[in-house]
C-alpha cells in the first residue's frame, strides 16, 4: 500500500470506489485512468480523487465552461463537444477548442454521425471518446471512422454492451459506467471494461450529511 498524505483542508474530499482500481485502466500520453468522475462542479473536481473528470453535461458546449473546468480541475478532463443537440462543424471547432485548453481528450454524445467523428479526428490530436448508448450500435465503424475509446451509458445494459464490444474488438479502450456500488462495478470490469465512470454525491447531498452532523453537535 503506497504512503498517504492528506492536508487539513481536503481531509473530507469524495474518494471513489476503491475497487475501480481493479480496473486494468486506459494509458494516454503517459497517465494511467482507471477512474473518471462524472461532474462539471468545479468544487467537486477540486475535492475527488478520481484520476480523470469526464465534463459531459445537457447543454450546447461552451468553450466558457470548459475554461472554468480545466481551471478547477488538477487532473486530466475529457470534455463534452456535442454530438447529439450539437452538431456539424460547431462540433469539430468544441473540440479544437477543447484541445488548445488543454483537455485530454474530447467526448461525443451517442447520436453524432460517423462523418462528423472523422472530421474531429482530421482535426485534433487528442483521443476522441465516442459514446455508446446501444448493443446495436455499429462499434467496428465508430473505431474506423476515428474513435478512440468507447464509452459505454447502456443503464442496466451496460454489462451487456461492454460484453459484445470486447468479443468484436479484443483491443479497443473502453470507459463505462460502474453502477450504483461495488457489485456492479465489478461486473462491468470483468465484462472488459478498462476504467470506470463514477457520478459522485452532488454538493446539494453532502451537505445534507454535513449539516446534519452540525445539528447533532449543536444539541
Sequence with gaps: MPKEIRGTLRRHM??????????????????????????TDVAVIKNINA??????????????????????GDVPVFCGVGG??????????????????GAIGVVVNAPIPNEIIRAVRDTIDIPIV???????????????????ILNVSGAKKTVDIVKKIRDQMPDVPIIAT????DETIMATIEAGANAITYTPPTPGELFKVL?????QQLT
Aim: charged content about 20%; hydrophobic content about 45%; proline content about 5%.
Design 211 to 215: 449539516m446534519e452532523k452540525y445539528r
Design 178 to 181: 460502474g453502477g450504483p456500488g
Design 130 to 148: 465516442v459514446t455508446v448508448v446501444s448493443e446495436n450500435t455499429d462499434f467496428k465503424a465508430r473505431m474506423e471512422a476515428g474513435a478512440t
Design 51 to 72: 484520476d480523470a473528470i469526464i465534463a459531459v453535461y445537457p447543454f450546447t458546449p461552451q468553450p466558457a465552461i470548459t475554461q472554468a473546468i480545466m481551471m478547477a
Design 14 to 39: 469524495i474518494e471513489v470506489p476503491e475497487c475501480i482500481q481493479q480496473a486494468s485502466g486506459i494509458r494516454i500520453f503517459g497517465k494511467t485512468i482507471r477512474s473518471l468522475a462524472f461532474t
Design 84 to 101: 447529439g443537440t450539437t452538431m456539424g462543424k460547431r462540433v469539430v471547432n468544441l473540440a479544437l477548442d477543447a484541445e488548445f485548453k
